[in-house]
Each structure stands twice: as structure tokens, then as C-alpha cells.
Nanobody, 125 residues
Framework: QVLLVESGGGLVQTGGSLRLACAGS????????MGWFRQGPGKERDFVAA????????WYSDSVKGRFTIGRDNAKNTMYLQMSSLKPEDAAVYYC??????????????????WGQGTQVTVST
């Protein structure tokens, strides 16, 4: 089991940047595929980005590709999401999640067994 805690959310202007972090507990952090999801008010939780165990493969949703960068530091049990050129539609609660394996694709939410509590990102116009 791994406990996940997000940080770094806040209020940012359109076009601004924000860096989220996800701290994981336990010595097995590097055995998990890690992902970021987000959920806006009244919306479903959507895939944002994912990174493999070693950190050398990444995946992004089309809506954030080219603007967001996911990374991880297994020595620090931490995953990051660098968000740039933020838009009002990026506003949401952002969740980090851990998947022991991928059965279908990295955006398949049911594969993610462990979730953080979420961090709010607000983008002002």
C-alpha cells in the first residue's frame, strides 16, 4: 500500500504556471505507475498524465500535451506535474494516483488503486 499526498495547488492567472507535487509513503513507490487526474465541478474525473516506474516514459491527454510535464524522483518518493500556459478550463481538483499494473491503458482509471486527497487548482481570467 502507498499513501499519497498532493501539494502545490492554488490560484494562478491565465497563462501562468504551477507545479504540483505528490509525495508517496513506503519503500515501494518505484513499483507503481503514477498518474495525475483532475475533476472539475460537476464533471467526471479525467486523465491528465502518467509516468512509468522508471520515469522514462510519459503519457498525456491531448488537452494538456505540450503544456504540462510529468516527472518523478523515486529517491524522494515524489511525483511532479509542471503546468504551464494554464487556461481557465484547467481549473479542477488534481489527484495523484498509483497503479500497480496497467491492464488496458494508462488512462484507465480503474487500474489506479491508491489516490491522494486532491489539491485545488484555480485559474483566473
Amino acid at each position: 500500500q502507498v499513501l499519497l499526498v498532493e501539494s502545490g495547488g492554488g490560484l494562478v492567472q491565465t497563462g501562468g504556471s504551477l507545479r504540483l507535487a505528490c509525495a508517496g509513503s513506503g519503500r515501494i513507490f518505484d513499483t507503481y505507475i503514477m498518474g495525475w487526474f483532475r475533476q472539475g465541478p460537476g464533471k467526471e474525473r479525467d486523465f491528465v498524465a502518467a509516468i512509468n516506474r522508471s520515469g522514462d516514459m510519459t503519457w498525456y491527454s491531448d488537452s494538456v500535451k505540450g503544456r504540462f510535464t510529468i516527472g518523478r524522483d523515486n529517491a524522494k518518493n515524489t511525483m511532479y506535474l509542471q503546468m504551464s500556459s494554464l487556461k481557465p478550463e484547467d481549473a479542477a481538483v488534481y489527484y495523484c494516483a498509483a497503479a500497480p499494473r496497467v491492464t488496458r491503458s494508462v488512462d484507465f482509471i480503474a487500474d489506479y488503486d491508491f489516490w491522494g486527497q486532491g489539491t485545488q487548482v484555480t485559474v483566473s481570467t
